[in-house]
């Protein structure tokens, strides 16, 4: 997974003893590029982020809640409020809860899916720049976007439109005969390199290509359960927040039940409190996930975008404004990192930034 600024910020404030922990599990990738064919790549200036793998992260967290006495169990199969004896319930289970399908009524959950197709991969080439990489098929165009998730290792999620999906067969085809597809197309992108299937997945069995799912609920509360995360809401991987915006409704929900001391210490302060929780985090995440949508929107006309000859620094700038929020001294500078001593001018005073912002949160030590 990929995360900014913003994710190290709210551990650092949350919980400053065992956010060094995470940040020292996470790699910095600066640089974003864009890559259409054997065309020359487009460089997407001012850009960096980090990343990690899925499991990494679960470790760094699962024992920082060990440290603080968190009794944690696993291995269970949670389907109804009434198995869990508790106070309050968080419904973290994902974009298919059990806990929200079992009231899904109440909850007034509406799941649209996206239109794309998509599959989320490992390969053995270990990329130091978060790459968009495109490619022309007879039956259409197919992308990945791929970043470094660990030692000798990038994540690689593949996208493409329907009828490319099953144009080329990768709908039917045995997962190792996906695989080596999808290796054939994206050659020179992976440098020759492998992708690998998920644990277990590239063997007889078909991929595991997804339909992105944009979950949204009326109410996040159900008495004393609240959902959160995917299950609350969902956020297309193209801006990469799911797990952040997860991570940051547990820092709302814990303000506010800890805003006051009857919060906590009354049923009916833990409802005012549950309830506060729904109504502030439900508001933010409304136009977030409105500008997700015009993200995945953005993706599911790419094609035609690319069908049309579009110029790279011109199709890539429209990558880079997917949302729309950007101006034209943005679009200046886009064309400017086209150069390279710009490009370097720009890297250096990224970093400048990057330092700054790590020393205000606190952050000692870690510059790479
Ligand atoms: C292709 C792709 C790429 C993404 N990339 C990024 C990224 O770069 N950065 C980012 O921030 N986000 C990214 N996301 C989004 C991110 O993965 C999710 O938003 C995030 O995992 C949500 O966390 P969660 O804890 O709410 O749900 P999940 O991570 O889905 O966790 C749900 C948990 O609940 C458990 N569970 C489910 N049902 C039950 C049950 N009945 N009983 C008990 N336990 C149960 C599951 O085992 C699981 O452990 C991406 C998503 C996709 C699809």
């Not at 997804?210 to 159900?222: A, G, P, Q, S, Y």
Request: charged residues 25%; contains cysteine.
């Amino acid at each position: 997974m990929t995360f900014g600024e913003d994710l190290l910020d709210d551990f650092f404030r949350t919980d400053p003893a065992g956010a060094p922990a995470l940040r020292r599990a996470s790699r910095l990738w600066s640089d974003q590029m864009v890559r259409i064919g054997d065309l020359k790549p487009v460089h997407l200036g001012g850009k960096y982020g980090y990343s990690m793998a899925r499991v990494t992260m679960l470790q760094v967290l699962t024992e920082r809640a060990e440290q603080l006495g968190v009794d944690l169990r696993f291995g269970s199969n949670v389907t109804g409020r009434d198995e869990i004896d508790a106070d309050v319930v968080v419904a973290t289970d994902g974009v298919g809860s059990r806990l929200r399908t079992a009231r899904a009524g109440h909850f007034g959950t509406t799941v649209e899916p996206g239109e794309n197709r998509y599959v989320w991969l490992g390969t053995d080439r270990c990329v130091d720049v978060f790459t968009f990489a495109f490619e022309r098929t007879d039956a259409g165009w197919i992308w990945f976007y791929a970043y470094p998730s660990a030692d000798g290792a990038s994540t690689c999620i593949v996208e493409c439109a329907p009828e490319t999906w099953t144009g080329l067969g990768l709908d039917s085809v045995p997962a190792a005969d996906g695989l080596r597809m999808l290796e054939s197309i994206f050659a020179d992108a992976l440098g020759g390199h492998r992708l690998l299937a998920p644990a277990g997945g590239d063997g007889a069995g078909e991929l595991p290509w997804l339909r992105f799912r944009e979950v949204r609920n009326r109410t996040w509360r159900d008495d004393d359960l609240v959902l959160a995360g995917d299950a609350a809401h969902t956020t297309h991987f193209g801006i990469g927040s799911g797990t952040v915006l997860a991570v940051q409704d547990g820092v709302a929900l814990a303000d506010a039940l800890y805003a006051t001391h009857d919060g906590r210490a009354t049923a009916q302060g833990r409802i005012a409190a549950l309830s506060a929780y729904d109504a502030r985090r439900r508001a933010r995440l409304g136009p977030i996930q409105d500008m997700a949508r015009r993200n995945m929107r953005w993706f599911e006309r790419a094609g035609e975008r690319l069908e049309r000859g579009e110029d790279p620094v011109e199709f890539s700038w429209a990558l880079l404004d997917r949302r729309g929020d950007m101006g034209r001294l943005h679009y200046r500078l886009h064309r400017a990192t086209q150069i390279g001593p710009v490009r370097q001018v720009r890297r250096t005073l990224t970093s400048a930034r990057r330092v700054r912002r790590a020393a205000q949160r606190g952050e000692r030590g870690a510059i790479g």
